[in-house]
């Protein structure tokens, strides 16, 4: 997605080898108009997909995920992180590491949200080493759900995620692909949407 290219290359930040900040417009502060139109973009590629659902994991998931579900005209649940006192039915529960938290986290939807049948579509803020998705995707195998695909907003193709998921099978598209970093500069890959550009 050109438009979500261009302003990683005006807003975002290399950190090191392998880390992007873009907390001016997606881990801290959201452009929502951005937001929109990614949710728009998702929900563009899978039109045909029959989603009844999209699942993301907070928190910097819900924006996107949230217009992708307004675009689809379809719920969106989140995971959450902590478990609160309201939470106290059947619970669908996974472990999942955060590459850039360093950190592994319980995560939980309500088994009353997703239904045995449904068709979700996933979409998450960064595809890196792809254990937030595939954490995901377990809590949806759990509910007998069906994963009709993965929105990512970033992928790091240089990380093993993507891989990861495509040899479970999963449909990815992910808006874009940074290739690499260099010299404190974003090297990107064609995206999995270029169609749509």
Do not use: C, W
């Amino acid at each position: 997605m050109k438009l979500l290219e261009d302003r990683i290359n005006t807003d975002g930040q290399v950190l090191g080898q392998d880390i992007l900040k873009v907390d001016r417009f997606l881990t801290h502060q959201v452009d929502y108009q951005l937001m929109k139109e990614i949710g728009k973009r998702f929900a563009q590629v899978y039109a045909d997909a029959g989603v009844t659902k999209v699942v993301t994991i907070e928190a910097s998931g819900i924006a996107p995920a949230l217009y992708a579900a307004e675009s689809l005209n379809v719920p969106m649940i989140f995971a959450k992180k902590a478990k609160n006192v309201t939470m106290n039915d059947d619970l669908l529960i996974t472990e999942v590491y955060s590459f850039t938290k360093k950190l592994t986290s319980t995560v939980q939807i309500s088994s009353k949200l997703i239904e045995e049948g449904d068709k979700v579509l996933i979409i998450d803020d960064f595809l890196a080493n792809g254990q937030a998705a595939l954490g995901l995707v377990h809590l949806m195998e759990q509910a007998k759900a069906e994963v009709v695909g993965l929105g990512m907003v970033i992928e790091k193709s240089f990380q093993d995620g993507r891989q990861k998921l495509l040899d479970q099978g999963m449909k990815l598209t992910s808006l874009a692909r940074i290739e690499k970093f260099e010299d404190g500069k974003v090297i990107f890959a064609p995206a999995d949407d270029i169609a749509f550009d």
